[in-house]
């Protein structure tokens, strides 16, 4: 990075900006000093930084505003021996102390996010506790900065006072005398060199006597001071004297307690003064409502707005894939804007900054940013505008690296229009080869071409509104720009046969050209808005297509709820049967048995559970099927959740014992004891139950992570938490209230599950419920219930443990 570069992209206006933004002098002209950094690791550390500080801010709590006082260099003076520091340079320090421990606590705060907040600590560890150091100052100082009044020196203020009211007593003698008062020019004494003195006329000089300490310039006034007052004053000095002696005492004596915090004040300084850089960049970023850019390899810009241009920036979108880009186009459509743009958001990216963008923008970090901006004509170094940009070309083209940024306007102007495109194409050559990113502004025809047949090299131009003869400072990437030149000249005050002069010199020239270029941008716009269109289009065919498998997966459940109830009836059926031939076997035992009459019945019962487990059979292979065509449903969702997830059995070879484990619909948390006849037997809460293997899901481990956020409810004396919640016939924001109401009561009182009863209806409640459980960090799930307890009407909430 060199100074001339920095200055052409404006890099200083911005630098002296953000140390506006720093409450501390020495924070602000540490800011100016610094340059932005090229290392891709020390970059990513800064901006993490910045973001983090850039969180507390946005958090809400109380940031400390209070100026932070320049003390670097009484910090050397402590390390002197008999070195005695002023009441001011004590009152500094001391205000430093508190408000660099205030800066401290507020950045180790919470309230900006698990991550951010790690950073911070980790930034501030290092720092020592020097609220010492404020203690021993404020033991002297009031914080107005004014001693204390110390038992050290109420003894001596005490006399000074009986001595000053003894010496006004004396001086009211004279002026209460009618006599001697006619001799004074004024009634009110007055003080020379610390002594209190009577204005006499010159005519009676002799008549009070006593030492005379001035003359007035005219010679008509004596300043006397009378014998008697004297030794009153001479008191009083001596009694100050006195005190300045203790004062001086006290002010040692702390200055060299503080000396013994020396290298601790040495260090927190430093720290401090580092931390208030990062809070002036992250107050800039706010202030700017910037976003930060991710560090990639592509160079690309969501919606940039020159933070110099204020409410007149025009947002600008560049997106470069290729090493080179030549943007073409009319003058002042905005060219050289976008070119400073691309800099100047570079060397603010490298500085820790947050950009003025949308989110989406990306920047690489280079090891130097290089540009060739304006005319630099020199009469005194003989230069022309087409020398001083080829010098400047030149020592550009001996630093750049395959980490560069170049930046280079008109390029090839100034001389032969043929020449010129010539060196331009050659300079492109030559930066390109060596992996330099190149973005170049120019009117050479030559250069268009060559954008297109040139690989690694693009086309682009700033967009121009033919039927208002305006810039739009829209960048349009692939497709080369015209000039407009005579357009523009007619619209500055060009006479019209001038005007027309030009364009008849040009109707044969450039007809064709300008036909293929308004065609291509034609082209260019067309395949935006046929993708675009194709977008929604598919879009809008993904969620018909969604829509229609929910509706036919719950009528598939309908079915299957239906024929579960027809087979509990069955099974019912099969039971009574079951104990009424039990009873005719014991009655035939009873009365006449026979061989026949015994093997009708065993006949009879064996074709009966046939047909049960038949049509068991063909309920469980539905069961499967529905269980396939939910989770392909889910799948096409994209994360929006209409209906419960179901997730596929466990592997019976996974579940041993321990196992945690899903068990059935309600997907409660388990944990397998052993294996049973025909399934395993598994521990939820406080009950055992045998489960068939199919209906266990294997559970996901429970994560033992810190979580990075408490949250606090404050709740009524009378919330208590209910097994059953009932949201029916409320409005969606009083339902979430008494959701939130529920959930923190039942967070509280150690409930880990309850129901949510939300209706069918439009599903307007039912949504808005799951919407608002997805985002609530105490609920570890949620799914409907089993349709004989509510099914898409009611919910089971399953909390944190």
């Given at each position: 990075?060199?100074?001339?570069?920095?200055?052409?992209?404006?890099?200083?206006?911005?630098?002296?900006?953000?140390?506006?933004?720093?409450?501390?002098?020495?924070?602000?002209?540490?800011?100016?000093?610094?340059?932005?950094?090229?290392?891709?690791?020390?970059?990513?550390?800064?901006?993490?930084?910045?973001?983090?500080?850039?969180?507390?801010?946005?958090?809400?709590?109380?940031?400390?505003?209070?100026?932070?006082?320049?003390?670097?260099?009484?910090?050397?003076?402590?390390?002197?021996?008999?070195?005695?520091?002023?009441?001011?340079?004590?009152?500094?320090?001391?205000?430093?102390?508190?408000?660099?421990?205030?800066?401290?606590?507020?950045?180790?705060?919470?309230?900006?996010?698990?991550?951010?907040?790690?950073?911070?600590?980790?930034?501030?560890?290092?720092?020592?506790?020097?609220?010492?150091?404020?203690?021993?100052?404020?033991?002297?100082?009031?914080?107005?900065?004014?001693?204390?009044?110390?038992?050290?020196?109420?003894?001596?203020?005490?006399?000074?006072?009986?001595?000053?009211?003894?010496?006004?007593?004396?001086?009211?003698?004279?002026?209460?005398?009618?006599?001697?008062?006619?001799?004074?020019?004024?009634?009110?004494?007055?003080?020379?060199?610390?002594?209190?003195?009577?204005?006499?006329?010159?005519?009676?000089?002799?008549?009070?006597?006593?030492?005379?300490?001035?003359?007035?310039?005219?010679?008509?006034?004596?300043?006397?001071?009378?014998?008697?007052?004297?030794?009153?004053?001479?008191?009083?000095?001596?009694?100050?004297?006195?005190?300045?002696?203790?004062?001086?005492?006290?002010?040692?004596?702390?200055?060299?307690?503080?000396?013994?915090?020396?290298?601790?004040?040495?260090?927190?300084?430093?720290?401090?003064?580092?931390?208030?850089?990062?809070?002036?960049?992250?107050?800039?970023?706010?202030?700017?409502?910037?976003?930060?850019?991710?560090?990639?390899?592509?160079?690309?810009?969501?919606?940039?707005?020159?933070?110099?241009?204020?409410?007149?920036?025009?947002?600008?979108?560049?997106?470069?894939?290729?090493?080179?880009?030549?943007?073409?186009?009319?003058?002042?459509?905005?060219?050289?804007?976008?070119?400073?743009?691309?800099?100047?958001?570079?060397?603010?990216?490298?500085?820790?900054?947050?950009?003025?963008?949308?989110?989406?923008?990306?920047?690489?970090?280079?090891?130097?940013?290089?540009?060739?901006?304006?005319?630099?004509?020199?009469?005194?170094?003989?230069?022309?505008?087409?020398?001083?940009?080829?010098?400047?070309?030149?020592?550009?083209?001996?630093?750049?690296?395959?980490?560069?940024?170049?930046?280079?306007?008109?390029?090839?102007?100034?001389?032969?229009?043929?020449?010129?495109?010539?060196?331009?194409?050659?300079?492109?050559?030559?930066?390109?080869?060596?992996?330099?990113?190149?973005?170049?502004?120019?009117?050479?025809?030559?250069?268009?071409?060559?954008?297109?047949?040139?690989?690694?090299?693009?086309?682009?131009?700033?967009?121009?509104?033919?039927?208002?003869?305006?810039?739009?400072?829209?960048?349009?990437?692939?497709?080369?720009?015209?000039?407009?030149?005579?357009?523009?000249?007619?619209?500055?005050?060009?006479?019209?046969?001038?005007?027309?002069?030009?364009?008849?010199?040009?109707?044969?020239?450039?007809?064709?050209?300008?036909?293929?270029?308004?065609e291509l941008k034609k082209k260019h716009r067309d395949l935006d808005a046929a993708q675009k269109q194709a977008a929604e289009t598919e879009r809008r065919l993904r969620e018909e297509k969604r829509s229609a498998d929910l509706r036919e997966l719950r009528l598939r459940q309908k079915e299957l709820e239906l024929k579960q109830g027809g087979m509990g009836k069955f099974r019912l059926l099969l039971q009574e049967s079951r104990k009424k031939l039990e009873n005719l076997v014991r009655e035939v035992k009873e009365g006449e048995l026979s061989r026949e009459k015994?093997?009708?019945?065993?006949?009879?019962?064996?074709?009966?559970?046939?047909?049960?487990?038949?049509?068991?059979?063909?309920?469980?292979?539905?069961?499967?099927?529905?269980?396939?065509?939910?989770?392909?449903?889910?799948?096409?969702?994209?994360?929006?959740?209409?209906?419960?997830?179901?997730?596929?059995?466990?592997?019976?070879?996974?579940?041993?014992?321990?196992?945690?484990?899903?068990?059935?619909?309600?997907?409660?948390?388990?944990?397998?004891?052993?294996?049973?006849?025909?399934?395993?037997?598994?521990?939820?809460?406080?009950?055992?139950?045998?489960?068939?293997?199919?209906?266990?899901?294997?559970?996901?481990?429970?994560?033992?992570?810190?979580?990075?956020?408490?949250?606090?409810?404050?709740?009524?004396?009378?919330?208590?938490?209910?097994?059953e919640l009932n949201l029916r016939g409320m409005r969606l924001e009083e339902a979430l209230e008494t959701l939130q109401r529920q959930i923190d009561a039942a967070v509280l009182s150690g409930l880990g599950e309850f129901s949510v009863i939300h209706g069918k209806g439009d599903g307007i409640l039912q949504k808005g419920v799951h919407e608002y459980l997805a985002n609530q960090g105490q609920v570890a799930d949620y799914y409907f219930s089993r349709p004989e307890l509510g099914g898409f009407g009611r919910t089971e909430v399953v909390l944190m443990r």
């Open positions: 990075m060199n100074d001339k570069t920095l200055a052409l992209l404006e890099f200083d206006s911005v630098r002296n900006a953000v140390s506006l933004c720093a409450l501390s002098e020495e924070a602000g002209r540490k800011i100016n000093e610094s340059l932005p950094l090229c290392d891709s690791n020390a970059a990513a550390s800064l901006k993490r930084l910045v973001s983090a500080v850039l969180g507390r801010l946005n958090s809400g709590d109380a940031e400390p505003l209070g100026a932070i006082p320049a003390v670097a260099p009484l910090l050397p003076v402590l390390g002197v021996e008999g070195t005695v520091l002023g009441v001011e340079e004590l009152y500094a320090l001391g205000i430093f102390a508190e408000r660099g421990e205030a800066l401290r606590e507020w950045l180790r705060g919470g309230g900006a996010g698990a991550e951010n907040q790690n950073t911070l600590r980790e930034a501030t560890d290092s720092m020592p506790d020097c609220r010492a150091v404020s203690a021993e100052v404020f033991r002297v100082l009031d914080r107005d900065g004014k001693l204390r009044d110390l038992p050290e020196f109420r003894e001596i203020k005490r006399r000074i006072q009986g001595l000053t009211a003894e010496l006004e007593k004396t001086v009211a003698r004279y002026i209460g005398n009618d006599e001697s008062r006619r001799m004074l020019r004024s009634a009110v004494p007055s003080q020379r060199d610390g002594r209190t003195v009577l204005a006499v006329k010159a005519n009676f000089r002799g008549r009070i006597k006593g030492i005379v300490h001035e003359v007035s310039g005219t010679g008509q006034t004596l300043f006397v001071e009378p014998e008697d007052v004297v030794e009153k004053n001479n008191s009083i000095i001596i009694e100050q004297r006195r005190l300045d002696a203790e004062i001086r005492r006290v002010l040692r004596e702390t200055t060299a307690s503080l000396s013994s915090f020396r290298e601790d004040l040495a260090l927190f300084h430093e720290r401090v003064v580092y931390l208030e850089t990062l809070r002036a960049r992250a107050r800039y970023s706010r202030d700017c409502r910037g976003h930060f850019a991710k560090d990639a390899g592509e160079l690309v810009l969501a919606k940039a707005r020159h933070p110099l241009l204020g409410s007149r920036a025009v947002p600008v979108d560049f997106a470069m894939s290729s090493a080179g880009v030549i943007i073409t186009g009319p003058n002042t459509g905005g060219k050289t804007v976008a070119l400073k743009t691309i800099g100047l958001f570079a060397l603010m990216n490298q500085f820790g900054l947050a950009l003025p963008s949308d989110e989406g923008t990306s920047l690489p970090v280079f090891d130097g940013v290089y540009a060739d901006i304006g005319d630099e004509q020199s009469l005194a170094q003989s230069l022309s505008t087409f020398s001083a940009h080829i010098a400047a070309i030149a020592s550009i083209t001996a630093r750049a690296t395959s980490r560069s940024l170049v930046l280079l306007d008109e390029l090839g102007s100034g001389t032969d229009p043929l020449e010129g495109g010539a060196i331009a194409m050659a300079v492109l050559d030559y930066l390109v080869e060596r992996g330099s990113r190149v973005v170049v502004t120019t009117h050479h025809g030559a250069l268009k071409n060559y954008g297109y047949t040139r690989s690694g090299v693009e086309n682009a131009s700033v967009e121009f509104d033919g039927q208002t003869l305006s810039p739009t400072y829209r960048i349009v990437m692939g497709i080369p720009g015209e000039s407009r030149a005579v357009d523009i000249a007619s619209r500055n005050g060009l006479p019209a046969g001038i005007v027309a002069g030009a364009r008849s010199y040009l109707e044969d020239e450039r007809a064709d050209v300008s036909a293929l270029i308004a015994t093997l009708k019945v065993k006949e009879f019962l064996r074709e009966l559970g046939n047909a049960v487990g038949a049509e068991a059979s063909i309920l469980d292979a539905e069961e499967k099927l529905f269980r396939e065509d939910r989770g392909r449903v889910g799948a096409g969702k994209g994360g929006a959740s209409e209906g419960p997830e179901i997730p596929e059995p466990a592997d019976g070879a996974s579940i041993v014992p321990g196992s945690a484990v899903l068990v059935g619909e309600r997907r409660r948390r388990g944990k397998v004891i052993r294996a049973e006849k025909g399934g395993w037997l598994v521990e939820t809460g406080s009950l055992r139950i045998t489960v068939d293997k199919e209906d266990l899901i294997s559970a996901p481990p429970v994560s033992e992570e810190p979580r990075p956020l408490i949250e606090t409810a404050e709740l009524s004396g009378n919330a208590r938490a209910c097994f």
